[in-house]
């Protein structure tokens, strides 16, 4: 058998206890930074989490929001479609009563014209014709036959 000596035996038991209590305390602080890595984790778990909840809640008002936008604007486009048919419609009558008009505004200078090459007087060519009293005068002195002296 193999004899140790006491002083030799005694380094080996210390030896082994700082050993033993270095690897206890590695081992403490190992489990402690683990710990900590999961606590940190889960932190930034449920950070993650509180805005993804925040995203969802945005997203949701947007859509929200844009609905409400969509209607309105299917809303005025509906009304926009309503008022351009009447400004439409008072095109085409406004159009219609001037191309009505039109058609009786040539008749009307054309008798005008008559009656001033006819020598009919200022009055009576604005009565009758329909034209203002500056057009018969200008007709009158464009068209009235001349007078010789």
């Not at 005694?10 to 403490?28: D, E, G």
């Not at 219609?96 to 005008?112: D, F, K, N, S, V």
């Amino acid at each position: 058998m193999v004899l140790v000596e006491p002083d030799s035996l005694l380094a080996l038991i210390v030896r082994s206890a700082i050993l033993i209590a270095a690897l206890l305390a590695f081992a403490t602080g190992f489990l402690r930074w683990r710990r900590q890595s999961v606590d940190s984790a889960a932190q930034l778990l449920a950070r993650q989490a509180e805005s993804l909840q925040v995203m969802e809640q945005v997203a949701a008002t947007q859509a929200r929001q844009a609905r409400e936008l969509q209607a309105r604007l299917e809303q005025l486009e509906q009304r926009l479609e309503t008022r351009l048919g009447e400004v439409q419609q008072r095109f085409d009558s406004r159009l219609q009563t001037a191309g009505a008009a039109a058609a009786q505004a040539p008749r009307g200078y054309e008798l005008a014209l008559r009656l001033a090459r006819a020598g009919t007087g200022e009055e009576e060519i604005t009565t009758a014709s329909g034209v203002t009293r500056q057009e018969a005068q200008l007709l009158v002195r464009l068209h009235a036959p001349r007078q010789s002296a």
